[in-house]
């Protein structure tokens, strides 16, 4: 499987997200080809600021594998990573990173301030490459749109 169709799973991640009443963002971890860890944003229902997609795709990514460093990993995310979904891939030393939908495409309620990864990323010690795969963005963009009315 490439980039593109492991992203294609992450959104259908963001569509369970969404069936199951959270926000529509879903995240999947890849190791060695093969799907490591999934993740859903659910925090509305537990009350949780931090229940992001991403986040819990890194959790239940690093209990796998018993290690807080995810080194040989890629993340793929239907939406750009906010602030603290990106400073925890950084923690957790994921390499590489692959979202669909841009920060720029959705509502600015949807990200805590004006922030833009870039230069946040420049200057980490361990720079993150960041890949928008804009092919899948508006499919991403529909299932947040559709959220955003119910």
Sequence with gaps: MDDKQFLQKAIEKSKESVAQGGFPVGAIIIRNGKILSFGLSNGKQFNDPTNHA????????????????????????????????????TWATIPKIVYACGRNRVSKLHYEGNHDLMPIN?????????????????????VIEGWEKK
């Design 122 to 142: 420049k200057a980490a010690r361990q720079p993150i490459e960041l890949i928008h795969l804009q092919e899948l963005e508006e499919e991403a963009l529909r």
């Design 54 to 89: 991403e986040i819990n795709a890194i959790r239940m990514a690093c209990q796998k594998v018993r290690d807080r460093r995810l080194k040989d990993v890629i993340l793929y995310s239907s939406l750009e990573p906010c602030l603290m979904c990106f400073a925890a891939s």
